[in-house]
């Protein structure tokens, strides 16, 4: 069974930095692509940034220019690097692997807190 654990979540002050870190329990060339989720209370689970094998990443329009995605092939793990932390960047951050073939497959993390606030 695949594991996947983050680590690096807290409390920081709007305008701070935070650097979470996912460990994969499998290769992370065996998923098409890795990433990160977020959900806020009272609203829906959303992708917040995601790279494939190839390197290409994908942001949410919101962390653009903000957080920038990583990943370490020889060690299996995803990073997530946020700076510029806004309010609205407080949720539960959870990583993800996801194989895409003739269904889609996703793996999570258990979740790590995110609060920006004064």
């Known amino acids: 069974q695949v594991q996947l654990v983050e680590s690096g979540g807290g409390l920081v002050h709007p305008g701070g930095s935070l650097r979470l870190s996912c460990a994969v329990s499998?290769?992370?060339?065996?998923?098409?692509?890795v990433g990160w989720y977020r959900q806020a209370p009272g609203k829906q689970r959303e992708l917040v940034a995601s790279i494939s094998n190839g390197g290409s990443t994908d942001y949410v329009g919101s962390v653009k220019g903000r957080f920038t995605v990583s990943r370490n092939n020889a060690e299996n793990t995803v990073s997530l690097q946020m700076n510029s932390l806004i309010p609205e960047d407080t949720a539960v951050y959870y990583c993800n692997a996801k194989r895409i073939g003739p269904t889609v497959i996703n793996y999570w993390g258990q979740g790590t807190q995110v609060t920006v606030s004064p």
């Open positions: 499998a290769s992370i060339f065996s998923f098409n692509t």
